[in-house]
Nanobody, 123 residues
Framework: VQLQASGGGLVQAGGSLRLSCAAS????????LGWFRQAPGMEREFVAAVSWNGGSALYADSVKGRFTISRDNAKNTVYLQMLSLKPEDTAVYYC?????????????????WGQGTQVTVSS
Protein backbone atom coordinates (compact mmCIF):
# COMPACT_ATOMS: atom_id res chain seq x y z
CA VAL A 1 0.00 0.00 0.00
CA GLN A 2 1.32 3.42 -0.98
CA LEU A 3 0.01 6.72 0.33
CA GLN A 4 0.54 10.07 -1.35
CA ALA A 5 -0.44 13.13 0.65
CA SER A 6 -0.89 16.62 -0.72
CA GLY A 7 -2.49 19.96 0.09
CA GLY A 8 -0.19 21.33 2.75
CA GLY A 9 1.04 24.89 2.74
CA LEU A 10 1.34 28.17 4.57
CA VAL A 11 -1.81 29.82 5.92
CA GLN A 12 -2.62 32.55 8.40
CA ALA A 13 -4.26 31.79 11.71
CA GLY A 14 -8.00 31.42 11.25
CA GLY A 15 -7.58 30.17 7.72
CA SER A 16 -8.31 26.78 6.22
CA LEU A 17 -6.64 24.02 4.25
CA ARG A 18 -7.73 20.70 2.83
CA LEU A 19 -5.33 17.80 2.81
CA SER A 20 -5.76 14.87 0.45
CA CYS A 21 -4.20 11.45 0.49
CA ALA A 22 -4.47 8.97 -2.36
CA ALA A 23 -3.99 5.31 -1.52
CA SER A 24 -2.80 2.77 -4.05
CA UNK A 25 -1.75 -0.83 -4.10
CA UNK A 26 -3.50 -3.56 -2.15
CA UNK A 27 -5.93 -1.25 -0.41
CA UNK A 28 -9.18 -3.16 -0.64
CA UNK A 29 -11.75 -4.52 1.69
CA UNK A 30 -12.20 -3.12 5.15
CA UNK A 31 -9.60 -0.52 5.97
CA UNK A 32 -9.14 2.57 8.05
CA LEU A 33 -7.54 5.78 6.78
CA GLY A 34 -6.35 8.59 8.94
CA TRP A 35 -3.92 11.36 9.77
CA PHE A 36 -1.20 11.91 12.31
CA ARG A 37 1.00 14.97 12.71
CA GLN A 38 4.39 15.81 14.12
CA ALA A 39 5.60 19.23 15.14
CA PRO A 40 9.32 20.00 15.52
CA GLY A 41 10.69 18.50 18.70
CA MET A 42 7.41 16.81 19.49
CA GLU A 43 6.17 13.25 19.33
CA ARG A 44 3.92 12.16 16.53
CA GLU A 45 0.28 12.61 17.51
CA PHE A 46 -3.05 11.37 16.28
CA VAL A 47 -5.33 13.77 14.41
CA ALA A 48 -8.25 11.84 12.93
CA ALA A 49 -9.24 8.54 11.37
CA VAL A 50 -12.25 7.17 9.52
CA SER A 51 -13.59 3.68 8.89
CA TRP A 52 -14.15 2.05 5.51
CA ASN A 53 -17.75 3.18 5.13
CA GLY A 54 -17.30 6.52 6.87
CA GLY A 55 -19.64 5.42 9.61
CA SER A 56 -17.06 5.74 12.33
CA ALA A 57 -14.71 8.69 12.75
CA LEU A 58 -12.35 9.52 15.57
CA TYR A 59 -10.77 12.89 16.32
CA ALA A 60 -8.15 14.20 18.68
CA ASP A 61 -9.66 16.56 21.24
CA SER A 62 -7.44 19.36 19.97
CA VAL A 63 -9.08 19.34 16.52
CA LYS A 64 -12.69 18.42 17.29
CA GLY A 65 -15.10 20.93 15.81
CA ARG A 66 -12.43 22.37 13.50
CA PHE A 67 -11.25 19.43 11.40
CA THR A 68 -13.36 17.00 9.39
CA ILE A 69 -12.13 13.74 7.94
CA SER A 70 -13.87 12.14 4.97
CA ARG A 71 -13.13 9.63 2.27
CA ASP A 72 -14.04 8.80 -1.30
CA ASN A 73 -13.68 5.06 -1.80
CA ALA A 74 -14.13 5.31 -5.55
CA LYS A 75 -10.92 7.32 -5.60
CA ASN A 76 -9.25 5.56 -2.65
CA THR A 77 -8.70 9.01 -1.20
CA VAL A 78 -9.03 10.43 2.29
CA TYR A 79 -9.42 14.12 3.02
CA LEU A 80 -8.82 16.31 6.03
CA GLN A 81 -10.67 19.60 5.95
CA MET A 82 -9.05 21.95 8.44
CA LEU A 83 -10.82 25.12 9.53
CA SER A 84 -9.98 27.84 12.04
CA LEU A 85 -6.33 26.86 11.93
CA LYS A 86 -4.09 27.84 14.82
CA PRO A 87 -0.31 28.24 15.01
CA GLU A 88 -0.22 25.11 17.17
CA ASP A 89 -1.55 23.13 14.22
CA THR A 90 1.79 23.67 12.49
CA ALA A 91 3.29 20.26 11.80
CA VAL A 92 4.08 17.67 9.17
CA TYR A 93 0.86 15.77 8.53
CA TYR A 94 1.11 12.08 7.73
CA CYS A 95 -1.53 9.99 6.04
CA UNK A 96 -1.92 6.48 7.47
CA UNK A 97 -3.74 3.29 6.61
CA UNK A 98 -4.52 -0.01 8.22
CA UNK A 99 -6.19 -3.05 6.72
CA UNK A 100 -9.07 -4.52 8.66
CA UNK A 101 -11.78 -3.10 10.88
CA UNK A 102 -11.30 -0.73 13.79
CA UNK A 103 -10.58 2.96 14.14
CA UNK A 104 -7.66 3.69 16.45
CA UNK A 105 -5.70 6.67 17.68
CA UNK A 106 -2.32 5.06 18.32
CA UNK A 107 0.50 4.62 15.85
CA UNK A 108 0.95 0.90 16.44
CA UNK A 109 -2.29 0.07 14.62
CA UNK A 110 -1.24 1.73 11.36
CA UNK A 111 1.14 -0.24 9.20
CA UNK A 112 1.22 2.09 6.22
CA TRP A 113 2.47 5.69 6.32
CA GLY A 114 2.71 8.37 3.65
CA GLN A 115 5.61 10.77 3.23
CA GLY A 116 4.01 13.71 5.01
CA THR A 117 2.94 17.18 3.95
CA GLN A 118 3.92 20.37 5.76
CA VAL A 119 1.26 22.62 7.24
CA THR A 120 2.43 25.96 8.60
CA VAL A 121 0.05 28.36 10.34
CA SER A 122 1.35 31.86 10.94
CA SER A 123 0.10 34.06 13.75
Amino acid sequence: VQLQASGGGLVQAGGSLRLSCAASGRIYGNNTLGWFRQAPGMEREFVAAVSWNGGSALYADSVKGRFTISRDNAKNTVYLQMLSLKPEDTAVYYCVARLGVGVYSTTKYYRYWGQGTQVTVSS
